[in-house]
């Protein structure tokens, strides 16, 4: 296993600034050096800034934002910026989580230009795709991923994307407790990387990482992350408490150093 795997927490709307401090206060004794594992947390956009103050002094975990604008000022209302973001402490932000595509009508487009600001200011993306139950029954999760990453990255830097993330999230598998098994998840993993391959070449496709997201849970971790195109977790339910995030994170670092 080459690649180091970063796990994150996406929050959702969950915990506001109080909530997301306690999590954090408990959150970091439970860290150590020996973790092989790049550590990022995504609270909500109101929650970041405590979130800032409550890592200071910590360099083991990141923080991400979850959604973000294109533009870096102007009349956007509800909108946030990249360089809002940067100057609260954010290093990632999440694009085109599949809520954000199903609830808030966000399309390739509109999530590739999103990538391209964030490239651009040198924050990391965390670009996410993945198909619904009704395109996987319908054999199209090729079809698909390869429009998601074709569109979402299109005219994006290869050496930007080397350190991006790209989050394969089938949709079927968020918060239903039904995660992809291990070897659905490399076979999309495989194929996103394939895809990637075609987009940027060998040298920057075999730098990305691209996390899983869907259920999961420290008990399937392991199993998840030993597969070769798995290279972290995005996590919702599971990382909305200390010990349960951080026993993703401890199988992570454990898997990725025994392999
Ligand atoms: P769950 O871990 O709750 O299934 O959510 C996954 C997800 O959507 C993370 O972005």
Not at 39 to 47: C, R
Not at 50 to 60: E, F, K
Not at 119 to 126: Q, S
Not at 150 to 167: N, P, Q, T, W
């Amino acid at each position: 296993m080459t690649r180091k795997p970063i796990i994150a927490a996406n929050w959702k709307m969950h915990k506001g600034p109080a909530d997301s401090t306690a999590f954090i206060s408990a959150f970091l004794p439970l860290l150590d050096a020996s973790l092989s594992c790049d550590i990022v947390l995504a609270p909500p956009f109101v929650s970041l800034a405590a979130s800032a103050s409550a890592l200071a002094g910590s360099d083991q975990v990141g923080l991400s934002s979850q959604n973000m604008h294109f533009e870096e000022k102007g009349a956007f209302t509800g909108e946030i910026s990249s360089g809002m973001l940067q100057e609260i402490g954010a290093r990632y932000a999440i694009l085109g989580h599949s809520e954000r595509r199903a609830i808030f009508g966000e399309d390739d487009a509109l999530i590739n230009a999103k990538a391209k600001r964030c490239h651009e200011v040198g924050l990391v993306p965390i670009i996410c795709i993945g198909e619904t139950l009704e395109e996987r029954d319908g054999g199209k999760i090729e079809e698909v991923l390869r429009r998601q990453l074709e569109k979402g990255l299109a005219g994006l830097d290869a050496g930007k994307m080397a350190e991006s993330v790209i989050a394969y999230e089938p949709v079927w598998a968020i918060g239903t407790g039904r995660t992809a098994t291990p070897e659905q998840a490399q076979e999309a993993h495989a194929f996103a990387r394939k895809v990637l391959t075609e987009l940027f070449g060998t040298e920057t496709a075999e730098k990305i990482r691209i996390q899983y997201g869907g259920s999961v849970k420290p008990g399937n971790t392991a199993e998840l992350i030993n597969q070769p195109d798995v290279d972290g977790a995005l996590v919702g339910g599971a990382s909305l408490e200390p010990e349960s995030f951080y026993g993703i994170v401890k199988a992570a670092s454990d898997a990725y150093q025994a392999g």
